[in-house]
DNA sequence: CTTTCTCATCTTGTATACAAGAGCGTTGAC
DNA sequence: GTCAACGCTCTTGTATACAAGATGAGAAAG
């Protein structure tokens, strides 16, 4: 799928973002990256100014790129965003979904469960990522799957923590029953309030961990 | 603002594909395109590469880059997430405003009203982008600021077209009327609803701007 | 002792040179 | 006559070279 050599370097860089290898803040040396890779400073340059174009990095002009660091805040308000694309998707779905979507969505829902049960949490991770993706799919709305998605990707590493919270992996997952009971029953705005309160608990949970991380700081100095 | 010279040739080329200079589906070629703009291939590359991050070019590795040609049905996509993601900063702007969002909204408002009832469709057109940037402003959600912002970016020239559809720009400011009226009392639901259906609108003015551009094509073929 | 101005160095931004894949026409075989 | 394979050319992708602005250190002045 990735052809070319910034291609794959707008991966690697994006994924050593997403996993904190690369941390908020942290500067972008081209050259140094050049090494790093064993490429030329040209493709690294290419990767990073199409994240600086996707919003996860920030080129300053002639002042280097960095890591963009979107603070607690920013990250609570691309929660409350994703709610809301989220709600759009479920309603649209409930709406529009054919037959193909329903055994999608069926089929991901079970894979959940499957994952749910054993208490594999990075196995219901992706199953997660596939489940809401059906939904995308079944709002028939290419343009809003594309923004679903993108935004899905950007909030991986918060999501990621939540699911470690105790408890969260099975009450998302009986969220889920009930979503795709809304939405097989074409309750579209049944749909829409699930999701977004599915989506919005993220973002409050988030804000929860936050809030005691910060506290564990200031507890360590 | 545009310090360096691809960021400049960014909004060079964004403004040919926006005013339709550069038609959808044309091919970039970068060779021809340095040469027109008397530089070399690199920043040419830098903002095409831009440019394909954000959606307006596709790049096909090694097979060049087009201006993307969306579709009636993707346009219309697009204004269904835009009417979305309007609501909701309505919804917020009316429960988050502050006084000087207050100042700001009225005076964009007023703004507007001079415009049309001097049938000024140019003036409007700005103004009407004032007035919808200080609702975005008002949501106090940066994010959903620069999501709004991006995606009414890319709907200009769409948008633009309605305009001049009759009556629509009188429509269009009592529309803005009741919509300034549900922010400022603090009503989130009104505020979304009607924001929602004044962007909706839009989309279904374009569906029916589609419809009778490809029969009058039909008639002239 | 502090502050500001200047100069050196380092990094980014742009141009050019080189490599390699894609498209296309021609030629040869069936 | 048609189809396929070969090779040429053209375009993109990467590397390197060069230009110019930003940063920081040091010196000089207050």
Redesign the interface.
């Known amino acids: 799928m990735a ?2 050599t910034f ?1 794959k370097l707008r991966d690697e860089i994006e994924n050593g973002i997403v996993t904190g290898t690369l941390a908020p803040g942290e500067r972008l040396d081209e050259v140094q990256l050049a090494n790093r890779f064993g490429v030329s400073r ?1 493709p690294i ?2 990767a990073l ?2 994240l ?4 996860l990095v920030e080129i300053r ?2 002042r280097g790129a960095v890591v963009v660091d979107p603070g607690p ?2 990250i609570y ?2 929660f ?2 994703m709610a ?2 989220e709600g ?1 998707a479920g309603a649209l779905a409930a709406r529009r979904h054919a037959e193909e979507d329903r055994a999608k969505l069926l089929a991901a829902h079970e894979k959940c469960e499957r994952s749910a049960t054993s208490g594999d949490t990075d196995a219901y991770y992706y199953d997660n990522e596939r489940f809401h993706n059906a939904i995308y799919e079944a709002s028939h ?4 799957y ?2 679903c998605a993108a935004l899905h990707r950007r909030l991986r590493p918060y999501r990621r923590l939540q699911l470690r919270v105790r408890n969260r992996m099975k009450v998302s997952f009986s969220e889920h029953t009930r979503i795709v009971e809304a939405i097989l029953a074409g309750e579209a705005e049944a749909a829409r309030d699930l999701l977004r309160s599915h989506i919005a608990v993220q973002g409050d949970r988030f804000s929860d961990l936050i809030a005691s991380l910060s506290r564990d700081e200031r507890k360590a100095v």
Chains 1, 2 share one sequence.
């Open positions: 052809a070319t291609h040209t340059r290419e100014i199409q600086g174009a996707i919003g002009p002639r805040n920013r308000e691309m409350e965003v809301e694309l759009m709305s290419g343009f809003l594309d923004q």
